[in-house]
Nanobody, 127 residues
Framework: QVRMVESGGGLVQAGDSLRLSCAAS????????MGWFRQAPGKEREFVAA????????YGTDSMKDRFTISRDNAKNTVYLQMNSLKPEDTAVYSC????????????????????WGQGTQVTVSS
C-alpha cells in the first residue's frame, strides 16, 4: 500500500526556518520524482519544488528557490524541504507528492501530473 507522511510543520515567526520531511513507502520512492506543493486558504495549490529520483536535478520557483531547498535521502525513503527566512505569506498546508520521472521536466510544475500524495502538514508563519 502506498503511503506518504509529512512532518515538521508548525507555528514559527517570520525569519525562522523549518525543515519538512516526507516519508514514503519503498515501492513508490524508487525511481519516482518527488515534489512539494502548498495551498493557502482560498488559493490554488502552488508548486514549491521538485527533485528527480537521483537527486541530481532539482526544480523550484524564482520566488522561493533562494529560501527553500529540496533534497532526498533514498536510503531513508525520505524527501525534505528546508525552508529559511520564512515569511507570513509562506503560511499554507505543504504536501509532498510522487510521480514517475519526466524527461522533459516540465511536468514537475503541475500538481495534476503527480500520482501519490501525502496528507499535508500545516506551516504557519506569524509576523
Amino acid at each position: 500500500q502506498v503511503r506518504m507522511v509529512e512532518s515538521g510543520g508548525g507555528l514559527v515567526q517570520a525569519g525562522d526556518s523549518l525543515r519538512l520531511s516526507c516519508a514514503a513507502s519503498g515501492r513508490i520512492f524508487s525511481n519516482y520524482a518527488m515534489g512539494w506543493f502548498r495551498q493557502a486558504p482560498g488559493k490554488e495549490r502552488e508548486f514549491v519544488a521538485a527533485i528527480t529520483w537521483s537527486g541530481r536535478s532539482t526544480y523550484g520557483t524564482d520566488s522561493m528557490k533562494d529560501r527553500f531547498t529540496i533534497s532526498r535521502d533514498n536510503a531513508k525513503n525520505t524527501v525534505y524541504l528546508q525552508m529559511n527566512s520564512l515569511k507570513p505569506e509562506d503560511t499554507a498546508v505543504y504536501s509532498c507528492a510522487a510521480r514517475i520521472e519526466d524527461p522533459s521536466y516540465t511536468g514537475y510544475y503541475y500538481y495534476t501530473t503527480y500520482r501519490y500524495w501525502g496528507q499535508g502538514t500545516q506551516v504557519t508563519v506569524s509576523s
